[in-house]
């Protein structure tokens, strides 16, 4: 798995397409898995 830092500091745990996906969609980037950032 990959972790995608987003600047609000959700860490979201995404497979390399969704990585790719969220970029292409970062407003949808929500949608994805999210964990808090500990």
Partial sequence: ???FL????ILL???PYE???CILTI???I???I????
């Fill in 35 to 38: 964990m808090p950032l500990t």
């Fill in 13 to 15: 745990i995404l497979s």
């Fill in 6 to 9: 987003r600047e609000s500091g």
């Fill in 31 to 33: 949608t994805f898995k």
């Fill in 19 to 21: 990585i790719e996906e």
């Fill in 27 to 29: 407003k949808n980037c």
């Fill in 1 to 3: 798995m990959n972790i």
